[in-house]
């Protein structure tokens, strides 16, 4: 008799996953080629998760804004054509042949533009026409006397306080009534909607949705269709640690550095109660997305930002967490750390056996497959600057180079570190022919 779900081990609910991945029976290919081709490139990844030899290395890209500036267009186009935007990333797998490789991601630009949202600036909007990149806008958007009411009434607290303070097409928002049990006669509950203001803000959520929903069906057409064409993609199921959730979008990096020091046992409060919803966010798409890998990108846990004292109260407890309790759900965690972590290697070897894929963006990558290596598979190596100005013998050797130093015993995914937006094109095939000339195994 097959176990239940809920019986079943961590490696157990992986090979369901592996196999549901591998099988791809929801994938409508374009010929029988393309499934062998989907099959060959999942097989790859698949081992090089589980820390055994695949037939060679795999290897992975992060497009960004790539597939527009190759056409010739931009990335702002990519935000309000999103016609243009499958377009381009079609053109781009149909020319580029990688093993895996990020699900096009750009953020819907009209659905900024009518919600006035002011937490990212991007293309037009505080970034130049021809930008290729977001960027973030960091504020302490919640003070530092607001723990209690985040910790105790979160949603009311997003509701009333923190949209009205990032988005000023809701700023209304702020008139509506506490969410409380006196709502049992809501009464009062319904009085600002008689608000135009509030109307307005209302009616304007109508029309974001809108353009959401283009965005998202567009998204999943253009990612079903880079399946059919035989490449599987990753990206579609992602989260953050709860440390980051805090910095990055309430108290920003210089308010929650201040916090580990002003009001420590608040921020570690608020931490413990968002990990959970970080865990709920990385499992959010797990039965609609054939792959298993769920992207962690990391901002604010580097060498740079904490000491390895401060990395292990603060930023190490809610990561693992979130990574074991991913992995307990058979599924594999894909942190990315970003910035530098040749500090933290001996803390982030400490996860189950074959549990994770890190993937480090600057990092002694020799010493991070001897100590992270030899617990867990490791991914990175190639540099965007790599990418957008070396040789095409300067890849090639870099390609040698990281095969010795990582290749042996498998555990290893070839990756770029950063999206490859500047990237030259002829360096790409260069670093695709060199990945299947070298690294096999």
């Given amino acids: ?70 056409r010739g267009g931009t990335l702002k186009e990519h935000m309000y054509d999103f016609q243009k935007m499958k377009d381009d990333f079609i053109s781009f797998h149909q020319e580029y042949d990688m093993d895996f490789a990020m699900a096009p991601l750009a953020w819907p630009g009209k659905l900024f533009d009518i919600l006035d949202f002011k937490l990212m600036k991007w293309p037009g909007h505080g970034v130049p026409e021809d930008g290729t990149f977001f960027q973030y806008v960091e504020d302490a958007y919640m003070k530092e006397e607001e723990y209690d009411e985040l910790i105790n009434n979160t949603y009311d607290f997003y509701t009333r306080k923190m949209l009205p ?31 135009p203001d509030v109307q307005n803000a209302f009616q304007q959520l109508v029309k974001a949705s809108e353009v959401f929903m283009e965005w998202d069906m567009t998204i999943g057409e253009t990612v079903q269709q880079i399946h059919s064409m035989g490449f599987p993609t990753w990206g579609s199921s992602l989260t953050i640690t709860a440390y980051d959730m805090i910095g990055d979008f309430l108290r920003g990096t210089r308010g929650i550095m201040l916090d580990m020091y002003r009001c420590p046992d608040k921020l570690l409060e608020a931490i413990d109660k968002f990990t959970l919803q970080t865990i709920e966010l990385g499992l959010r798409n797990v039965e609609t997305d054939l792959c298993p890998v ?3 990108p990391l901002h604010k846990g580097s060498d740079t930002w904490m000491s390895n004292e401060q990395f292990k109260k603060f930023y190490w407890p809610c990561l693992k967490t979130l990574m074991v309790a991913l992995y307990k759900e058979g599924l594999v965690p894909f942190p990315l750390a970003e910035s530098t972590y040749n500090k933290r290697l ?33 991914a990175g190596g190639i540099t965007a600057s790599l990418l957008s100005a070396g040789s095409k013998q300067e890849v090639e050797d870099c390609v040698k180079q990281l095969v010795e130093d990582c290749g042996k015993d498998g555990g290893y995914m070839m990756s ?22 070298y690294g096999t195994y």
Avoid at 354 to 376: L, Y
Avoid at 420 to 437: D, F, S, W, Y
């Fill in 416 to 437: 770029v570190t950063a999206s490859i937006e500047q990237a030259v094109p002829e360096n790409l095939h260069t670093l695709m022919e060199a990945v299947k000339e």
């Fill in 1 to 70: 008799m097959d176990k239940k779900w809920e019986e079943m081990t961590p490696e157990e609910k992986r090979e369901v996953r592996f196999r549901r991945w591998l099988d791809a029976e929801s994938i409508q290919f374009v010929s029988s080629e393309a499934k062998k081709r989907y099959q060959e490139r999942v097989t790859r990844i698949i081992k090089a998760i589980k820390m055994e030899e695949p037939d060679r290395i795999p290897l992975n890209l992060a497009p960004g804004a790539f597939p527009a500036i190759y």
């Fill in 165 to 195: 303070r990032i988005t000023g097409t809701l700023e209304p928002l702020q008139y509506l009534g506490a969410f409380n049990p006196a709502f049992f006669v809501p009464v009062g509950f319904v009085a600002p909607f008689a608000r």
């Fill in 346 to 378: 001996e803390i982030i070897a400490d996860v189950p056996h074959g549990s994770t894929m890190w993937w480090f963006e600057d990092i002694d990558i020799k010493r991070a497959k001897e100590i992270v290596g030899k617990n867990t598979s490791i």
């Fill in 294 to 296: 769920i992207f962690i």
